[in-house]
């Protein structure tokens, strides 16, 4: 029990120091590591984690907390592997990198899996939480090798997906514009995730009725935190095995449940890295000492900070600033955050916050963007929208960024070029709101 122990502090570092320097906490790592490699262990972690409510499934089913790096590439426009083997060439070994948000640590591991990397750098997340994915824990407690046909990977995707919904939407509900989250069943499965096998075995009862679950493509955002969802994907509509597989499931689940997933324990299989976790908000970055950071990074992890001037504590533009405190001389910072939900709304007057900030302490810190294709649904400009933004630490030169880029679609422009160029912010969303709120904020 003393290894458990001695893994749970690890979690809450940033909870009981100051001025930490990370690149002195790498053996964190390994003893972490060590613990999530034994199933036992990892199950007492989880369950200590959930009784402290630092563990929780994603509460909302169009959050993804389960990203890989691919689906990180096509968000910010940069290969972040390539990025970092660029930054290690101007790095010392234990130099630290920092992901903010790693929801249930996918990318990291990734990361971890390129020995050349692993074995250079230290890698971290700050996350105020940890979160998993119900929609892959599905995925491993449902049985696919059921019967004579096997289903392809599409038909799994599309059964995983409507049960995932069914699941997580109250009954009678899955066909509204407008989601209705059945609040009982999370709460089940925050207090033990266990309980996942019950719902599954009583599913019957909320798939009689359903005829369909909304789809994510289309969101219109119609209020603060209020999105309507008109789209929806028809039972009808799904792949045959699909279809037939989920029918099956409601006359005779408990054929298709894994057996281990109803005679073991849960936490055991749940799909979450914790290693080089640091349980905590990102305003407790503070606690990090400065020149201490060679990459920084997050993806959709800083979406929802706001940028009000009477809580700048916990602002966008004041978290880039302190971050540039704590890269090192060569450090990059990278994020999608300037995109508002639905790349509506860029932060470029947060950003023009930041820009004085750099030229006030007349460095050579430079903001970059990232320019490519607009996601389509989001984007009004669908030839170069901004995708992300990017941060140098006493470098004014884009190189590492340029050679990094996804794809030949992707460009990267100076921040301070963006803001003079008129005729380019005229272009980002249709009432030109965009560029009113920079010359607003130039002004």
Known sequence: MENISTALDCFSLLQNSENIDLRNFSHHLSLVADVNSDHISKSLIFKAMSDKELLSPEPEVFWRVDRNLLKYRERVGIDILKLIYSIQETSTLGDVILELGAGCGYADREIRSARVINDFFSIFSINDIIYFPIRSFIG?????????????????????????????????????????????????????????????????????????????????????EKTKYPNKIFFRDLDPLASEYIYNLSESPERYINSF????????????????????????????????????????????????????????????????????????????????????????????????????????????????????????????????????????????????????????????????????????????SNYCEVKEAIA
């Open 140 to 224: 491993r407690v449902l049985n696919f090798r059921h019967g004579d046909e096997s289903l392809s990977e599409k038909a799994k995707s599309q059964v995983i997906d409507y049960v995932y919904k069914i699941l997580s939407l109250e009954k009678g509900t899955t066909m509204a514009d407008y989601l209705k989250y059945d609040e009982t069943f999370f709460s089940l499965i925050k207090s033990d995730v266990n309980n996942l096998i019950p719902a599954l075995l009583e599913i019957n009862v909320k798939l009689n009725d359903a005829v369909g679950v909304p789809s994510e493509y289309g969101g219109i955002p119609c209020a603060p």
């Open 261 to 432: 997933a109803i005679a073991s324990d849960l936490y055991e299989y749940l799909p979450v890295d914790p290693v080089g976790m640091l349980i905590g908000n990102f305003l407790e970055l503070n606690k990090l000492a400065d020149n201490s950071l060679a990459f920084v990074f997050s993806v959709k992890g800083t979406t929802y900070l706001a940028d009000d001037t009477s809580a700048r504590d916990f602002s966008y533009s004041y978290l880039l600033i302190q971050i540039l405190k704590k890269l090192q001389k060569g450090g990059v910072y990278l994020d999608d955050g300037v995109r508002e939900n639905f790349g509506k709304r860029y932060r470029l007057p947060e950003l023009l916050r930041v820009q004085k900030s750099i030229d006030e302490s007349q460095s050579s810190d430079m903001l970059w963007l990232i320019i490519g294709p607009g996601l389509s649904g989001d984007d009004f400009n669908q030839e170069a929208a901004i995708r992300s933004v990017a941060m140098t630490k006493g470098n004014n030169k884009p190189n590492v960024l340029t050679k990094n880029l996804a794809d030949e679609r992707f460009s990267v422009r100076a921040f301070i070029d963006v803001i003079d160029d008129d005729e380019y912010l005229r272009t980002l969303d249709a009432r030109r």
